[in-house]
């Protein structure tokens, strides 16, 4: 059974800072891994989708990278702002799992102006 | 048009109502999904629909029965629904059944079971 494990589950930095949100997962048979965004109450955001066959995926600040052989995805915010803070979700799709996503916890992260 | 729309945005019920929540997407995806989400936690897929046609079903109670009348529409109906049934329930939708690509997520329903 795949078990995501996101670390740390909270997170508080001033602004302007680099940071880094780990994701790890049991099983390296994944299809692919999803980072998400969600605000407090609302619904999920993706942010970048990274294939098994890729190593690493940008967005503006964001860049999120796997290591499928040692089950490790990390997201990398640089220059965060006050409005990053959110909780960061990462979900792994399985091989022949259909399109069933696993979440991971999720980080909350808190930017201070 | 690039979203989901998920109604109502909050809900409040008895454990004796039955109710509807609503999804509707026009993205021409094929895969249509319910989570549900508890406070602080990760969501945890309850249905997938695939094509219309009912895929998944991750042992959820019958309290709570799906719908997919079209490609476009995906209901929840709720019956006899328990205090811990509380939460905020996700749809979603992506391209295909089997699809590659990304999983796009409505804004949620807020369910509060009195």
């Known amino acids: 059974k795949q078990e995501v494990t996101q670390i740390p589950a909270a997170l508080s930095v001033p602004e302007g800072e680099n940071l880094v949100l780990n994701c790890s997962f049991t099983?390296?048979?994944?299809?692919?891994l999803q980072w998400f965004r969600q605000d407090p109450g609302k619904g999920l955001t993706s942010l970048l989708l990274i294939q098994s066959s890729q190593r690493e995926q940008t967005s503006g600040r964001l860049n999120a990278s796997l290591d499928k052989s040692s089950g490790r995805s990390t997201l990398y915010i640089a220059a965060s702002q006050p409005g990053d803070s959110a909780t960061y979700l990462c979900a792994v799709k399985r091989n022949n799992a259909g399109n069933m996503l696993t979440f991971g916890g999720g980080t909350r992260l808190m930017v201070k102006p | 048009d690039t979203e989901v729309t998920q109604t109502p945005k909050h809900l409040v019920m008895g454990m004796t109502n039955k109710k509807s929540l609503k999804c509707e997407q026009h993205?021409?995806?094929?895969?249509m999904y319910w989570y549900k989400q508890k406070a602080k936690k990760p969501p945890e897929l309850m249905f997938v629909y695939s094509y219309e046609k009912l895929s998944i079903n991750e042992s959820v109670p019958s309290r709570f029965s799906p719908e997919c009348p079209n490609s476009s529409l995906l209901n929840l109906h709720l019956h006899a629904l328990q205090p811990e049934d509380s939460a905020l329930y996700l749809c979603?939708?992506?391209?295909?059944?089997?699809?590659?690509?990304?999983?796009?997520f409505g804004p949620g329903t807020r369910l509060l079971v009195l």
């Open positions: 979603a939708s992506s391209p295909r059944g089997r699809a590659e690509g990304t999983q796009y």
């Open positions: 099983d390296s048979a994944i299809y692919n």
């Open positions: 993205m021409g995806h094929r895969a």
